[in-house]
C-alpha cells in the first residue's frame, strides 16, 4: 500500500515536471482512443439501426402504370396465400407523389412542373422475420418479379446484406488503424517516461545504493504511464461526446425523414469504460517498457 501511495505521488509531481512532454503523450494516445472510440461510436449505432431496419423490414412491388386490377388482384392474392407477409398495403400513384413530397419537402416544388406522375403504384409488404431463414421471402420476391403487371421489385433485406457486409469491412479497417495507433501511443509514453527517469537517474542509483524494492524505484513511472493513458482516454470521450452532439444538432433534421434518430445514443456506460482502461493500461504498458532496464 505504501508502494503504491509512493508511485502516485512521484508520479504526479513527475507529470507536472515535465507537462510539456506529458501533455503530447497524453495527446497521442486520445488521438489514438478517438479514433478507436469513433469506429465503435459509428458501428454501434448503425448496427443498432440495421436491428431495428432488420425487423420491419418489408418489399415493394412496383406496378406498370398499365397493370390492370385483375393483375393486382392476383399479385395480392399470391402475397397472401404466400405466408410471408404480415401486412400490406396499397400505395397509389397519388399516394407516391403525396409521400415524396412530405419526405422531401425541399424538392417539393421539383414536382409542380411534371406533366404526368412519374411515381407507380406499389404494393408495400411487411416481412415477417422468421422467413428471412427459411428463405419464403426471397422465394417469393423471385416469383413476384416475374408477375404480370410488375415493373420492379425492391428487397430491403437485399441493401441490409449490403450494409452490414460494408459494416464489417469498415470495422475491420478501423481496428487495424486504431491498433497502429495505440502502439504508436505506447511507444510515445514510454519515450516520455523515458525522458523523466533519464532526469531522475541519479535519484535512482541512489535508491537502488540503499536496497530500495523494486516497486518504489519502477512503480511511479509505470503509475505516470498509467496516468496519462487515463487523461487521454477521457480526453478522447469528451471530444467524441461533443462531436456526437454537434453532429445530431447538424445533421439530426436532415436525416429524420430516414433515420430515427431517438435511436442514436452515445457510448454505453460499459464501453466507455472498457476504453478508459484500455487507455490507462496502453499508458501503464508504455511506462512499464521505459522502466524495464531499471
Known amino acids: 500500500m505504501r508502494a503504491l501511495e509512493y508511485s ?58 398499365d397493370a390492370t386490377s385483375e393483375q393486382r388482384g392476383a399479385l395480392e392474392g399470391l ?68 408477375a404480370p403487371g410488375v415493373a420492379d421489385v425492391r428487397y430491403d433485406r437485399d441493401w441490409l446484406v449490403r450494409v452490414t457486409a460494408g459494416l464489417d469491412a469498415v470495422r475491420g479497417v478501423g481496428f487495424a488503424l486504431g491498433l497502429v495507433m495505440i502502439v504508436a501511443a505506447a511507444f510515445t509514453v514510454a519515450t516520455v517516461v523515458r525522458l523523466a527517469l533519464h532526469q531522475r537517474r541519479d535519484e535512482i542509483e541512489i535508491m537502488q545504493l540503499v536496497g530500495s524494492p523494486y516497486s518504489f524505484i519502477r512503480g511511479p513511472f509505470v503509475v505516470e504511464g498509467l496516468l496519462q493513458g487515463g487523461v487521454g482516454a477521457l480526453v478522447a470521450l469528451a471530444l467524441l461526446w461533443l462531436g456526437f452532439r454537434a453532429a445530431l444538432g447538424w445533421w439530426g433534421g436532415s436525416l429524420a425523414p430516414v433515420v430515427d434518430t431517438g435511436s442514436l445514443h452515445f457510448l454505453p456506460l460499459q464501453l466507455a469504460t472498457w476504453l478508459v482502461a484500455g487507455g490507462m493500461a496502453v499508458g501503464a504498458l508504455g511506462g512499464l517498457a521505459a522502466a524495464r532496464n531499471i
Open 79 to 146: 402475397i397472401d396465400e404466400s405466408g410471408v407477409a404480415a401486412g400490406r398495403q396499397y400505395v397509389s400513384k397519388a399516394e407516391a407523389l403525396g409521400r415524396f413530397r412530405r419526405d422531401f419537402a425541399e424538392l417539393a416544388s421539383l414536382t409542380a412542373s411534371f406533366e404526368q406522375n412519374p411515381f407507380p403504384a406499389s404494393v408495400e409488404v411487411r416481412v415477417r422475420p422468421e422467413t428471412y431463414q427459411d428463405g419464403r421471402a426471397e422465394a417469393l420476391v423471385t416469383r413476384l418479379a416475374s
Open 8 to 65: 502516485f505521488r512521484e508520479a504526479v509531481h513527475s507529470l507536472w515536471r515535465a507537462r510539456g512532454s506529458s501533455l503530447f503523450a497524453v495527446v497521442a494516445i486520445a488521438l489514438a482512443l478517438l479514433v478507436l472510440g469513433g469506429l465503435l461510436l459509428v458501428t454501434s449505432n448503425v448496427e443498432r439501426l440495421v436491428a431495428q431496419w432488420s425487423t420491419a423490414a418489408e418489399f415493394s412491388v412496383y406496378l406498370r402504370d
